[in-house]
């Protein structure tokens, strides 16, 4: 093998390695639609503190998944900010990720923002389990998240 040829497999590899590392973060979706967040707003979550639905007329697409929001100006927040406003551990359960190192689906309408970062859960209950330990939680979650999130 020429010294060329080889040198250029590894550039080859090593393209292909950056490229996978770039590769676009696990997000919960809705099985029809692949709807982020199952079509509620995550700008509203942090503008107006309560669960918002969004709208088909205000939609973009970002990480493979559609995301919907209240209105024009929640759109060009998140397109102008998404990772501000997305919700950790791509809109997966806080409290299964962190209790269980598991993921599970949302109820939209079961959120906690904290130090600006959106944290959905499973049920209003499991939300309240969460609440009684959170910090802990999101310690767990944060160390299982980067794992588990490469597993599908």
Known sequence: MSGSFVARAAALLLAGATL???????????????????????????????AVAGKA???TRWHDANW???SAA????FKAE???????Y?????????????LVDIDPEAFTVVDGKLYLNYSQKIRAQWDADRARYIEAADRNWPALSQRH
């Open 20 to 50: 996978a590392a770039h590769a676009a973060p696990l997000i919960h979706q809705s099985l029809f639609g692949h709807l982020a967040v199952d079509g509620y707003d995550v700008v509203a979550y942090q503008t107006e503190q309560r």
């Open 57 to 59: 007329e205000f939609q």
């Open 68 to 70: 919907r929001f209240a």
């Open 74 to 77: 929640h759109l060009a927040a």
């Open 82 to 88: 998404p990772e501000r406003y997305a919700p950790q």
């Open 90 to 102: 791509g809109g997966y359960c806080a409290y299964a990720l962190g209790a269980k190192n598991e």
